[in-house]
T-cell receptor, first 115, second 114 residues
Framework: GESVGLHLPTLSVQEGDNSIINCAYS??????FIWYKQESGKGPQFIID?????DKRQGQRVTVLLNKTVKHLSLQIAATQPGDSAVYFC??????????????FGKGTHLIIQP | DGGITQSPKYLFRKEGQNVTLSCEQN?????MYWYRQDPGQGLRLIYY???????QKGDIAEGYSVSREKKESFPLTVTSAQKNPTAFYLC?????????????FGPGTRLTVL
């Protein structure tokens, strides 16, 4: 089965609220994780990444948290805006160890921003 | 502008025909990738290439073929052996230094088999 997955297929939040999207992974040897945003009919767009030697990383309005103990990854989006509506995917490197071997993706969470 | 281009955006194919999807990048990236996405699903890796004239199978390579004759180009052929080719195909590229890095994606090609 897939080593990366998401807990909820759809998340609905009010505009201006914070949103948290969760992801579980099963490969404890994974050393690189990445979040992508995909709008309908378009390619995924990079949001933020994190390596296994970190437990938190912040970007503009986004924060990624990595809990290696329970193999859990989350994406926090602050003050959500209508433009944040999209499907969000977490992904991990397929083969740990530093090679460019591609990513394993979860199924995605559809974030809906309500006015 | 630097980036990844894929063509065509929409492609229709009759059963039994081979079809080639184009992917070009001007980011000077070493590694390139092809993924397949089905409705409501995540992306699955078809093939990847870390260097010119070399490529490896991903998780779902059966029925597909690739070539990497130039650093900037990584075309994907969907052969008649692919039993369920209708999908959204995404090409990506990344640098390959110091471990895994962010992959940049193209806009995708939507293939429909009639």
């Amino acid at each position: 089965g897939e080593s990366v997955g998401l807990h909820l297929p759809t998340l609905s939040v009010q505009e201006g609220d914070n949103s948290i999207i969760n992801c579980a992974y099963s490969n404890s040897a994974s050393d690189y994780f990445i979040w992508y945003k995909q709008e309908s009919g378009k390619g995924p767009q990079f949001i933020i990444d994190i390596r296994s030697n970190m437990d938190k990383r912040q970007g503009q309005r986004v924060t990624v948290l990595l809990n290696k103990t329970v193999k859990h990854l989350s994406l926090q989006i602050a003050a959500t805006q209508p433009g944040d509506s999209a499907v969000y995917f977490c992904a991990e490197d397929r083969v740990s160890g530093g090679g460019a071997d591609g990513l394993t993706f979860g199924k995605g969470t559809h974030l809906i921003i309500q006015p | 502008d630097g980036g990844i281009t894929q063509s065509p955006k929409y492609l229709f194919r009759k059963e039994g025909q081979n079809v080639t999807l184009s992917c070009e990048q001007n980011l000077n990236h070493d590694a390139m990738y092809w993924y397949r996405q089905d409705p409501g699903q995540g992306l699955r890796l078809i093939y990847y290439s870390q260097i010119v004239n070399d490529f490896q199978k991903g998780d779902i390579a059966e029925g597909y073929s690739v070539s990497r004759e130039k650093k900037e180009s990584f075309p994907l052929t969907v052969t008649s052996a692919q039993k369920n080719p209708t999908a959204f195909y995404l090409c990506a590229s990344s640098i390959w230094r110091g471990g895994p890095n962010e992959q940049f994606f193209g806009p995708g090609t939507r293939l429909t088999v009639l």
